[in-house]
């Protein structure tokens, strides 16, 4: 791989530069609305898929509510699962999740995550 510098660098193959030092993933997903950005909803379980990994954990954080949402409570998704049913994620005009992981030598790569029931909030 050339390099700004001049130099050519060979590409290393693992995922971090060494097994003691961990490459950071922090990641914000987008506010997800279902659409309707104005109406509060119940926004049910999440799942989550990613690649089976040997070990592992990934941290999420739900932020629930609107724009200004705190941080709810973090829980975990195991990376050795493949695909994992996790909690619910609870009621507001929107949320979004947090994904963090930064241990040595445990790559993360995910596939995508949903939501098993969103529905709007109203009168019966």
């Known amino acids: 791989v ?7 660098w060979k590409e290393q193959s693992g995922a971090s530069d060494d097994t003691a030092t961990a490459i950071d993933f922090d990641v914000d997903t987008n506010w997800n609305h279902s659409g309707t950005p104005e109406i509060d909803k119940y926004h049910g379980r999440l799942a989550i898929t990613g690649k089976v990994q040997t070990t592992g954990n990934l941290v999420v954080t739900p932020y629930v ?12 998704y195991v990376m050795s699962k493949g695909k994992e049913l ?7 005009k929107m949320f979004r999740l947090n994904l963090r992981h930064n241990v040595a030598a445990e790559p993360v790569e995910l596939y995508g ?6 529905h709007p909030l109203g009168k019966r």
């Open 2 to 8: 050339g390099g700004s510098s001049g130099h050519v």
């Open 65 to 76: 509510g609107y724009l200004n949402a705190s941080a709810g409570n973090a829980f975990y």
């Open 86 to 92: 996790l909690q619910r994620l609870g009621n507001g």
């Open 113 to 118: 995550y949903d939501v098993d029931d969103i």
